[in-house]
Nanobody, 121 residues
Framework: QVQLVESGGGLVQPGGSLRLACAASRSTFSVNRIDWYHEPPLKQRELVAGITSGGSAHYADSVKGRFTVSRDNAKSTVYLQMNSLKPDDTGVYYC???????????????WGQGTLVTVSS
């Protein structure tokens, strides 16, 4: 079964940057649509950014101008570059994607395990 593997979280000071990555656990899978969600402590998970298979990106107003989504199709990996981080950006970040395997089988709505981002001085 294919999974999404996230990495890149950690502790950063306000104003700092982090880059999160979300990759298919098998290189034979291609990532199609992918979205990034933010779950602040004790709050609901919210959509913050995403990118289509064609490379069109969308962002929540709260992160526009600070976060950038990009993809490396050869590596089946999608990145979330987070700049000018604020304490409100603290929380667990999850990726959610639709994928296709080499045989054309599609896998919808797959979640990563989450990666913790803490923005604090």
């Amino acid at each position: 079964q294919v999974q999404l593997v996230e990495s890149g979280g950690g502790l950063v000071q306000p104003g700092g940057s982090l880059r999160l990555a979300c990759a298919a656990s098998r290189s034979t899978f291609s990532v199609n649509r992918i979205d990034w969600y933010h779950e602040p402590p004790l709050k609901q998970r919210e959509l913050v950014a995403g990118i289509t298979s064609g490379g069109s990106a969308h962002y929540a107003d709260s992160v526009k101008g600070r976060f950038t989504v990009s993809r490396d199709n050869a590596k089946s990996t999608v990145y979330l570059q987070m700049n000018s981080l604020k304490p409100d950006d603290t929380g667990v970040y999850y990726c959610n994607a639709d994928m296709t395997d080499v045989n054309g089988a599609k896998y919808f709505d797959t979640w990563g395990q989450g990666t913790l981002v803490t923005v604090s001085s």
